[in-house]
């Protein structure tokens, strides 16, 4: 537990108003442990993801579903203070599981914690774990909100809509005209379900017609004055 002695859990979304000294004693109460993983390491669903859910302390995660073929799509980005895995932790037996696979897309730092601990308080029916359950369900509500937004991107007609819808939806997430997508080139172009050098084009396009600007992972959209 030396790792968790360094991290201000209550600054996380899943702790919201809860104290910081209780943020501690929930970790016996509901089974939590810390894992560290590398950049695009595995996260196996029959492992550590069984009947848990986690939660992103540092770096981010990506989320793929596999088909039978082994082909894979990127359907969503989890970053810092974001939960994962929910989808799978609070599915009843005999339910179909879906098929998700988990990679770090950096370094990444992963609280886990224990789905039938959060859904099931504890003999002493703490207070504060009652509010770890709203928060719980507020953020798999706020996820759910986020891949109806991302299916609002990609049923954009062209490759250009889908972009600037994307560039959109992280400019308001950011809650400013210059910000940093979480995504590499690759991974956006998965993301957005495009070609990766129609992509490119279309960037160097926006770009040279002064609609954005970037560098790398930061874009700036210039307001509608500066652009005239």
Known sequence: MSAANTIDFSGL??????????????FDCLGCRIRRYKKDDYIRMDGEMN???GTVLEGSVLTYTEDIWGKRTLISFITEGDVFGEN????????????????SASSTLILFISAGRITHPCKNACTFH??????MFALISAKNRSL???????????????ILAYLSMEALRSGSST?????????????LCINRSAMTREL???????IIDYDKNLFIIPSPEETL
């Open 13 to 26: 979304p899943l702790f919201n108003r809860i104290d910081a000294r209780d943020c501690f004693l929930l």
């Open 51 to 53: 009947s848990t859910v």
């Open 88 to 103: 799978i932790a609070f599915m009843g037996n005999g339910m179909e599981k879906p098929d998700l696979v988990y990679k």
């Open 130 to 135: 009652h509010l770890l359950t709203q928060n």
């Open 148 to 162: 109806m937004k991302k299916i609002d991107v990609i049923s954009r007609g062209s490759v250009r809509e889908k």
């Open 179 to 191: 910000f940093r997508i979480p995504l590499r080139r690759s991974e956006m172009a998965e993301y």
């Open 204 to 210: 160097a396009s926006l770009k040279k017609e002064g």
